[in-house]
């Protein structure tokens, strides 16, 4: 697996810039970039192991429902649109989710391929009794037809984290 890495905040240094030390740091940031080769199962294994289909917490369940696809509309390039996905935590029975959990990060895995998005206040979320929805776009270019493993870190109001995940879920595709 590759993972990108930026050393460095580069908003945080531009902010600290002057304009005689601005196309310095630019052309120092860029070459902060560089790989590493990760594999898969030292992200996949421990998050799948903590990770739970179901949780239950003061007689409540939770567990995720999902969709997943990719565009291919005519008016799509021809590749098709990236990856969109909409995951939702259901409770059972009907509660205000958002009083037992907020959604910390989301994270799509596909064999050795990871999509994580990180969520905080200015997340947009839909909420319903029983249903919180995130939406997500902009994600690669997997394959219509694979499936991923979705896996949600949610965290409470105490500030305890949890993991649910939902795995092998249908990359679908419109047309």
Known sequence: MRLKI???????MQEMRTKANYRWLSV????????IE????????P???AAADTLTVDSVT???????WRDFQPITPPEGKPLRA???IVSDPPVAIEQYFEVKQIRLQYQDQVWEVNLDANSTLRRQPGRLKVSLRGGPLWEPGKTVDVIVKLQDPKGDTYWLQANDQPIRSTF
């Open 6 to 12: 930026l050393t460095g905040d580069l908003n945080r």
């Open 28 to 35: 120092f940031a860029t070459f902060l970039t560089l790989t």
């Open 38 to 45: 990760i594999p898969a199962s030292t992200i996949k294994e």
């Open 47 to 49: 998050l799948m192991n």
């Open 62 to 68: 939770f567990h995720l429902s999902t969709y997943i």
């Open 86 to 88: 909409n995951i939702e």
